[in-house]
Protein backbone atom coordinates (compact mmCIF):
# COMPACT_ATOMS: atom_id res chain seq x y z
CA UNK A 1 0.00 0.00 0.00
CA UNK A 2 1.28 3.60 -0.74
CA UNK A 3 0.40 6.94 0.16
CA UNK A 4 1.36 10.54 -0.14
CA UNK A 5 1.19 13.20 2.51
CA UNK A 6 -0.51 16.82 1.26
CA UNK A 7 0.68 19.75 3.86
CA UNK A 8 -1.06 23.13 3.40
CA UNK A 9 -0.61 26.53 4.03
CA UNK A 10 1.26 29.31 2.96
CA UNK A 11 3.16 29.81 6.24
CA UNK A 12 5.29 26.41 4.62
CA UNK A 13 5.90 27.66 1.27
CA UNK A 14 6.91 31.36 2.38
CA UNK A 15 9.15 29.55 4.89
CA UNK A 16 7.88 30.84 8.02
CA UNK A 17 6.84 27.54 9.81
CA UNK A 18 8.91 23.78 8.70
CA UNK A 19 6.94 21.07 7.96
CA UNK A 20 7.94 18.52 11.07
CA UNK A 21 4.26 16.90 10.55
CA UNK A 22 5.37 14.84 7.14
CA UNK A 23 8.81 13.76 8.56
CA UNK A 24 7.02 11.64 11.57
CA UNK A 25 3.52 10.63 9.52
CA UNK A 26 6.23 9.03 6.64
CA UNK A 27 8.06 7.42 9.99
CA UNK A 28 4.77 5.86 11.32
CA UNK A 29 3.35 4.71 8.00
CA UNK A 30 6.34 3.17 7.11
CA UNK A 31 6.28 0.68 10.45
CA UNK A 32 3.21 0.06 9.69
CA UNK A 33 4.33 -1.16 6.08
CA UNK A 34 2.20 1.95 4.42
CA UNK A 35 5.28 3.72 1.95
CA UNK A 36 5.01 7.09 0.90
CA UNK A 37 5.87 8.06 -2.44
CA UNK A 38 5.55 11.70 -2.22
CA UNK A 39 4.92 14.76 0.04
CA UNK A 40 3.76 18.23 -1.26
CA UNK A 41 3.48 21.52 0.25
CA UNK A 42 0.38 23.63 -1.62
CA UNK A 43 -0.77 27.27 -0.53
CA UNK A 44 -4.20 27.73 0.76
CA UNK A 45 -5.72 28.36 -2.40
CA UNK A 46 -8.58 26.26 -3.17
CA UNK A 47 -7.53 25.16 -7.05
CA UNK A 48 -3.65 24.26 -5.89
CA UNK A 49 -5.67 22.00 -3.11
CA UNK A 50 -7.65 20.54 -5.82
CA UNK A 51 -4.97 20.08 -8.50
CA UNK A 52 -2.67 18.19 -5.68
CA UNK A 53 -5.70 15.55 -5.02
CA UNK A 54 -6.39 15.29 -8.48
CA UNK A 55 -2.53 13.81 -9.04
CA UNK A 56 -1.78 12.16 -5.64
CA UNK A 57 -5.19 9.56 -6.50
CA UNK A 58 -3.70 8.67 -9.30
CA UNK A 59 -0.01 8.07 -7.98
CA UNK A 60 -1.43 6.22 -4.52
CA UNK A 61 -4.26 4.48 -2.68
CA UNK A 62 -4.19 6.46 0.74
CA UNK A 63 -3.72 10.39 0.88
CA UNK A 64 -3.45 12.51 3.83
CA UNK A 65 -3.53 16.12 4.35
CA UNK A 66 -2.60 18.39 6.89
CA UNK A 67 -3.42 21.75 7.57
CA UNK A 68 -6.07 24.36 6.72
CA UNK A 69 -8.42 23.18 9.48
CA UNK A 70 -8.58 26.12 11.51
CA UNK A 71 -11.49 28.53 12.31
CA UNK A 72 -10.17 31.78 10.39
CA UNK A 73 -11.03 32.81 7.07
CA UNK A 74 -7.75 32.27 5.35
CA UNK A 75 -8.49 28.42 6.69
CA UNK A 76 -9.98 27.12 3.57
CA UNK A 77 -9.37 23.00 3.47
CA UNK A 78 -13.01 22.07 5.07
CA UNK A 79 -14.74 23.98 2.17
CA UNK A 80 -12.29 23.01 -0.63
CA UNK A 81 -13.20 18.97 0.46
CA UNK A 82 -16.75 20.02 0.56
CA UNK A 83 -16.20 20.95 -3.29
CA UNK A 84 -14.08 18.30 -4.20
CA UNK A 85 -16.29 15.38 -2.17
CA UNK A 86 -19.74 17.45 -3.68
CA UNK A 87 -21.22 17.78 -0.18
CA UNK A 88 -22.36 20.14 2.05
CA UNK A 89 -21.01 21.11 5.55
CA UNK A 90 -23.44 20.11 8.41
CA UNK A 91 -23.41 20.61 11.96
CA UNK A 92 -22.05 17.58 14.16
CA UNK A 93 -23.12 17.23 17.81
CA UNK A 94 -20.47 15.12 18.44
CA UNK A 95 -17.75 17.48 17.32
CA UNK A 96 -19.55 19.88 18.60
CA UNK A 97 -19.21 18.50 22.41
CA UNK A 98 -15.35 18.30 21.60
CA UNK A 99 -15.49 22.13 20.98
CA UNK A 100 -16.84 23.33 24.25
CA UNK A 101 -14.60 20.53 26.19
CA UNK A 102 -11.48 22.74 24.68
CA UNK A 103 -13.27 25.44 25.61
CA UNK A 104 -14.53 24.45 29.52
CA UNK A 105 -10.81 23.38 30.29
CA UNK A 106 -9.77 26.82 29.54
CA UNK A 107 -12.65 28.33 31.42
CA UNK A 108 -13.99 29.93 28.22
CA UNK A 109 -17.51 29.96 26.22
CA UNK A 110 -17.44 28.85 22.94
CA UNK A 111 -17.94 31.69 20.55
CA UNK A 112 -19.92 31.74 17.19
CA UNK A 113 -16.23 31.48 14.85
CA UNK A 114 -15.83 28.60 17.13
CA UNK A 115 -18.66 26.56 17.19
CA UNK A 116 -18.60 26.32 13.16
CA UNK A 117 -15.44 24.12 13.86
CA UNK A 118 -18.29 21.63 14.71
CA UNK A 119 -19.76 21.74 10.74
CA UNK A 120 -18.06 18.96 8.56
CA UNK A 121 -18.60 17.83 5.37
CA UNK A 122 -21.66 15.15 4.98
CA UNK A 123 -19.84 12.57 3.83
CA UNK A 124 -17.05 12.09 5.78
CA UNK A 125 -16.22 9.79 9.00
CA UNK A 126 -15.08 12.03 11.30
CA UNK A 127 -12.12 11.55 13.28
CA UNK A 128 -12.67 13.77 16.64
CA UNK A 129 -10.05 15.56 18.03
CA UNK A 130 -9.51 15.18 21.43
CA UNK A 131 -6.81 17.93 21.86
CA UNK A 132 -8.50 20.69 20.02
CA UNK A 133 -11.30 22.41 18.07
CA UNK A 134 -10.34 20.86 14.45
CA UNK A 135 -11.92 17.50 13.93
CA UNK A 136 -10.45 15.10 11.59
CA UNK A 137 -11.79 13.75 7.92
CA UNK A 138 -11.55 10.60 6.10
CA UNK A 139 -13.61 10.41 2.85
CA UNK A 140 -13.41 7.64 0.79
CA UNK A 141 -13.59 7.55 -3.23
CA UNK A 142 -13.02 5.39 -6.14
CA UNK A 143 -11.59 2.68 -3.78
CA UNK A 144 -9.24 6.01 -2.39
CA UNK A 145 -8.80 6.95 1.16
CA UNK A 146 -8.51 10.49 1.57
CA UNK A 147 -7.50 11.51 5.17
CA UNK A 148 -7.41 15.41 6.46
CA UNK A 149 -6.12 16.67 10.12
CA UNK A 150 -5.18 19.65 11.77
CA UNK A 151 -1.70 20.90 11.26
CA UNK A 152 -0.93 21.62 15.00
CA UNK A 153 1.55 18.69 15.22
CA UNK A 154 0.37 17.36 18.33
CA UNK A 155 -2.90 17.43 17.27
CA UNK A 156 -2.41 15.54 14.51
CA UNK A 157 0.19 12.95 16.28
CA UNK A 158 -2.66 12.19 18.98
CA UNK A 159 -5.55 11.90 16.09
CA UNK A 160 -2.58 9.36 13.92
CA UNK A 161 -1.68 7.00 16.98
CA UNK A 162 -5.33 6.51 18.37
CA UNK A 163 -7.48 6.61 15.89
CA UNK A 164 -6.08 6.64 12.04
CA UNK A 165 -3.03 4.35 12.30
CA UNK A 166 -5.36 1.16 14.54
CA UNK A 167 -7.79 1.53 11.59
CA UNK A 168 -5.32 1.79 8.47
CA UNK A 169 -3.85 -1.69 10.34
CA UNK A 170 -7.42 -2.97 9.97
CA UNK A 171 -8.26 -2.09 6.89
CA UNK A 172 -5.04 -2.72 5.26
CA UNK A 173 -3.06 -6.56 4.88
CA UNK A 174 0.39 -4.68 5.39
CA UNK A 175 3.56 -6.25 5.28
CA UNK A 176 6.49 -6.97 8.45
CA UNK A 177 8.76 -4.55 8.28
CA UNK A 178 11.50 -4.05 10.56
CA UNK A 179 14.06 -1.49 10.93
CA UNK A 180 17.48 -1.43 12.56
CA UNK A 181 19.74 1.61 12.49
CA UNK A 182 23.98 1.42 13.05
CA UNK A 183 24.82 4.51 14.65
CA UNK A 184 28.19 5.50 13.54
CA UNK A 185 30.77 8.51 14.06
CA UNK A 186 34.90 9.08 12.73
CA UNK A 187 34.14 7.70 9.40
CA UNK A 188 32.44 9.57 6.73
CA UNK A 189 29.82 7.82 4.12
CA UNK A 190 32.33 6.76 1.41
CA UNK A 191 34.75 5.97 3.70
CA UNK A 192 32.42 3.67 5.27
CA UNK A 193 30.55 1.99 1.79
CA UNK A 194 33.94 1.35 1.00
CA UNK A 195 34.62 -0.79 3.89
CA UNK A 196 31.55 -2.49 4.04
CA UNK A 197 31.18 -3.26 0.35
CA UNK A 198 31.55 -6.59 0.49
CA UNK A 199 29.01 -7.05 3.16
CA UNK A 200 26.80 -4.85 1.61
CA UNK A 201 27.03 -6.62 -1.88
CA UNK A 202 25.30 -9.74 0.03
CA UNK A 203 22.03 -8.68 1.76
CA UNK A 204 19.32 -10.58 0.25
CA UNK A 205 17.05 -8.42 -1.90
CA UNK A 206 13.93 -7.99 0.86
CA UNK A 207 16.76 -6.55 3.34
CA UNK A 208 17.95 -2.67 1.57
CA UNK A 209 20.56 -0.46 3.43
CA UNK A 210 20.43 3.08 3.45
CA UNK A 211 23.60 5.68 4.08
CA UNK A 212 21.98 8.93 6.35
CA UNK A 213 25.07 11.33 6.70
CA UNK A 214 24.69 13.95 9.14
CA UNK A 215 27.42 16.61 10.30
CA UNK A 216 30.08 13.86 12.32
CA UNK A 217 28.02 11.21 12.16
CA UNK A 218 26.61 8.65 9.79
CA UNK A 219 23.54 6.24 10.20
CA UNK A 220 23.39 2.66 8.34
CA UNK A 221 19.48 2.03 8.44
CA UNK A 222 18.61 -1.95 7.42
CA UNK A 223 14.90 -2.09 6.22
CA UNK A 224 13.49 -5.51 5.81
CA UNK A 225 10.19 -6.70 4.51
CA UNK A 226 8.86 -9.65 4.93
CA UNK A 227 5.59 -12.07 6.23
CA UNK A 228 6.74 -12.51 9.35
CA UNK A 229 9.36 -11.69 12.52
CA UNK A 230 11.60 -14.19 11.38
CA UNK A 231 13.07 -11.19 9.41
CA UNK A 232 14.25 -8.94 12.92
CA UNK A 233 16.14 -12.43 13.67
CA UNK A 234 17.84 -12.53 10.01
CA UNK A 235 18.73 -8.70 9.91
CA UNK A 236 20.22 -8.77 13.25
CA UNK A 237 22.85 -11.23 12.31
CA UNK A 238 23.42 -9.34 9.61
CA UNK A 239 24.35 -6.66 11.94
CA UNK A 240 26.19 -8.75 13.90
CA UNK A 241 28.42 -9.33 11.17
CA UNK A 242 28.80 -6.02 10.12
CA UNK A 243 30.00 -5.28 13.86
CA UNK A 244 32.90 -6.90 13.19
CA UNK A 245 33.98 -5.01 10.49
CA UNK A 246 33.15 -1.12 11.73
CA UNK A 247 33.07 -1.74 15.56
CA UNK A 248 35.53 0.77 16.23
CA UNK A 249 32.89 3.65 14.08
CA UNK A 250 29.51 2.05 16.18
CA UNK A 251 28.35 4.30 19.26
CA UNK A 252 25.12 2.77 19.19
CA UNK A 253 21.68 1.62 17.52
CA UNK A 254 18.19 2.67 16.50
CA UNK A 255 17.18 6.14 19.01
CA UNK A 256 20.64 6.17 20.82
CA UNK A 257 22.45 9.71 21.00
CA UNK A 258 26.02 9.85 22.25
CA UNK A 259 25.39 12.19 24.76
CA UNK A 260 23.10 9.24 26.26
CA UNK A 261 25.50 6.56 25.35
CA UNK A 262 28.50 8.82 27.09
CA UNK A 263 25.70 9.61 30.26
CA UNK A 264 25.07 5.51 30.55
CA UNK A 265 28.78 4.54 30.92
CA UNK A 266 29.86 7.63 33.18
CA UNK A 267 26.75 6.67 35.50
CA UNK A 268 27.56 3.15 35.11
CA UNK A 269 30.91 3.57 36.14
CA UNK A 270 30.01 6.09 38.57
CA UNK A 271 32.21 8.79 37.00
CA UNK A 272 32.05 12.43 36.89
CA UNK A 273 32.51 14.66 33.95
CA UNK A 274 33.38 18.32 33.14
CA UNK A 275 34.04 20.39 30.29
CA UNK A 276 36.35 23.55 29.38
CA UNK A 277 34.84 24.65 25.91
CA UNK A 278 36.19 27.81 23.29
CA UNK A 279 34.85 27.38 19.66
CA UNK A 280 31.85 24.91 20.84
CA UNK A 281 30.69 27.78 23.03
CA UNK A 282 29.02 25.46 25.72
CA UNK A 283 27.35 23.25 22.81
CA UNK A 284 28.88 20.01 24.52
CA UNK A 285 27.82 20.89 28.02
CA UNK A 286 24.63 21.35 26.14
CA UNK A 287 24.18 18.10 24.95
CA UNK A 288 25.68 16.55 28.26
CA UNK A 289 22.27 17.93 29.95
CA UNK A 290 19.68 17.77 27.51
CA UNK A 291 19.55 14.23 28.97
CA UNK A 292 17.30 13.77 32.18
CA UNK A 293 19.53 13.01 34.79
CA UNK A 294 22.57 14.26 34.02
CA UNK A 295 23.23 15.29 37.28
CA UNK A 296 24.24 12.27 38.19
CA UNK A 297 27.32 12.58 36.36
CA UNK A 298 27.61 16.62 35.09
CA UNK A 299 29.32 18.47 37.69
CA UNK A 300 29.75 21.45 35.47
CA UNK A 301 31.11 23.73 32.64
CA UNK A 302 33.90 26.80 31.42
CA UNK A 303 33.32 28.54 28.55
CA UNK A 304 36.76 30.42 28.25
CA UNK A 305 35.87 31.62 24.51
CA UNK A 306 38.31 34.77 25.34
CA UNK A 307 41.98 33.90 26.50
CA UNK A 308 41.55 35.84 29.58
CA UNK A 309 38.96 33.74 30.72
CA UNK A 310 41.16 30.89 29.90
CA UNK A 311 44.11 32.54 32.50
CA UNK A 312 41.63 33.37 34.87
CA UNK A 313 39.48 30.42 35.39
CA UNK A 314 41.34 27.49 33.83
CA UNK A 315 45.06 29.25 34.94
CA UNK A 316 46.10 28.75 31.33
CA UNK A 317 49.90 30.08 31.26
CA UNK A 318 50.26 33.46 29.37
CA UNK A 319 53.06 32.67 28.14
CA UNK A 320 51.96 28.97 26.94
CA UNK A 321 49.02 31.34 25.16
CA UNK A 322 51.52 33.50 24.07
CA UNK A 323 54.02 31.15 22.46
CA UNK A 324 51.27 28.70 21.08
CA UNK A 325 48.06 30.53 20.45
CA UNK A 326 44.52 29.38 22.09
CA UNK A 327 44.08 26.88 19.32
CA UNK A 328 47.07 24.35 19.83
CA UNK A 329 48.11 21.10 22.01
CA UNK A 330 49.42 22.85 24.83
CA UNK A 331 46.49 25.12 25.63
CA UNK A 332 43.77 22.19 25.22
CA UNK A 333 45.54 19.79 27.04
CA UNK A 334 45.90 22.61 30.01
CA UNK A 335 42.11 23.49 29.63
CA UNK A 336 41.17 19.81 30.07
CA UNK A 337 43.71 19.20 33.18
CA UNK A 338 42.53 22.43 35.13
CA UNK A 339 39.06 22.14 34.53
CA UNK A 340 38.97 18.57 35.74
CA UNK A 341 41.11 19.52 38.92
CA UNK A 342 38.64 22.47 39.36
CA UNK A 343 35.34 20.63 39.20
CA UNK A 344 37.18 17.49 40.92
CA UNK A 345 35.98 15.52 38.51
CA UNK A 346 36.99 11.84 37.30
CA UNK A 347 37.00 12.95 33.50
CA UNK A 348 37.41 16.47 31.56
CA UNK A 349 36.71 17.26 28.11
CA UNK A 350 38.38 20.67 26.40
CA UNK A 351 37.82 21.96 23.05
CA UNK A 352 40.06 24.81 21.21
CA UNK A 353 39.06 25.57 17.69
CA UNK A 354 38.87 28.39 14.60
CA UNK A 355 35.16 27.92 13.71
CA UNK A 356 35.05 30.40 11.11
CA UNK A 357 33.80 32.23 8.99
CA UNK A 358 36.84 34.28 9.78
CA UNK A 359 40.33 33.88 12.11
CA UNK A 360 42.45 31.43 9.95
CA UNK A 361 45.57 31.50 8.70
CA UNK A 362 47.72 29.36 6.95
CA UNK A 363 49.31 27.71 9.64
CA UNK A 364 46.01 27.26 11.36
CA UNK A 365 43.18 27.57 8.74
CA UNK A 366 39.46 27.46 9.66
CA UNK A 367 38.22 24.53 10.77
CA UNK A 368 40.66 23.70 12.82
CA UNK A 369 39.90 22.21 16.17
CA UNK A 370 41.63 20.99 19.14
CA UNK A 371 39.68 18.28 22.05
CA UNK A 372 41.64 17.09 24.65
CA UNK A 373 40.47 14.39 27.18
CA UNK A 374 41.45 14.25 30.50
CA UNK A 375 41.04 10.81 32.71
CA UNK A 376 41.90 9.72 35.75
CA UNK A 377 45.21 8.71 34.41
CA UNK A 378 46.17 10.71 32.20
CA UNK A 379 45.38 13.53 29.41
CA UNK A 380 45.39 13.35 25.63
CA UNK A 381 44.44 15.71 22.57
CA UNK A 382 43.96 15.04 18.93
CA UNK A 383 44.00 17.74 16.36
CA UNK A 384 40.67 17.77 13.56
CA UNK A 385 40.06 19.71 10.31
CA UNK A 386 36.12 20.32 9.94
CA UNK A 387 35.86 22.64 7.30
CA UNK A 388 34.77 26.00 6.94
CA UNK A 389 30.99 25.88 7.79
CA UNK A 390 30.85 27.30 11.49
CA UNK A 391 27.68 25.54 12.67
CA UNK A 392 28.75 22.62 11.62
CA UNK A 393 32.12 22.74 12.88
CA UNK A 394 30.48 23.33 16.49
CA UNK A 395 28.21 20.62 15.95
CA UNK A 396 31.36 18.12 14.54
CA UNK A 397 32.98 19.02 17.14
CA UNK A 398 30.96 18.38 19.78
CA UNK A 399 30.20 15.18 18.52
CA UNK A 400 34.02 14.54 17.90
CA UNK A 401 34.87 14.77 21.63
CA UNK A 402 32.08 12.77 22.95
CA UNK A 403 33.03 9.75 20.87
CA UNK A 404 36.38 10.41 22.12
CA UNK A 405 35.03 10.39 25.75
CA UNK A 406 32.83 7.51 24.82
CA UNK A 407 36.07 5.64 23.55
CA UNK A 408 38.03 6.06 26.55
CA UNK A 409 35.47 4.88 28.72
CA UNK A 410 35.03 1.69 27.22
CA UNK A 411 38.89 1.11 28.10
CA UNK A 412 38.02 1.46 31.87
CA UNK A 413 37.59 -0.98 34.29
CA UNK A 414 36.52 1.11 37.62
CA UNK A 415 38.54 -0.49 40.69
Not at 225 to 233: Q, R, V
Not at 285 to 306: E, K, M, P, Q
Not at 307 to 330: C, M, Q, W
Not at 382 to 394: A, Y
Request: with cysteine; aromatic share 8%.
Amino acid sequence: MQAEIITIGDELLIGQVVDTNSAWMARQLNDIGIDVKQITSVSDNEQHIINALNEAKTRVGIIFMTGGLGPTKDDITKNTLCKYFNTKLVFNEKAFAAVEHQFKIRGKEVTAVNRKQAELPGNCTPVYNKNGTASGMWFEQDSKHFISMPGVPFEMKAMMENDILPLLKEKFNTPFIYHKTILTQGAGESFLAEMIEKWEDNLPSHIRLAYLPSPGAVRLRLTAKGDSEKIKDETEELVKKLRHIIEKYIYGYDDDTLEEVVGNLLREKKYTLSTAESCTGGNIAHLITSVAGSSDYFIGSIVSYANRIKESFLNVDAATLNRYGAVSEPVVLAMAENVKEKFSTDYAIAVSGIAGPGGGTVEKPVGLVWIAIATPEKVFAKSFRFGNNRLRNIEVSSQTALNMLRKELLKEVRV
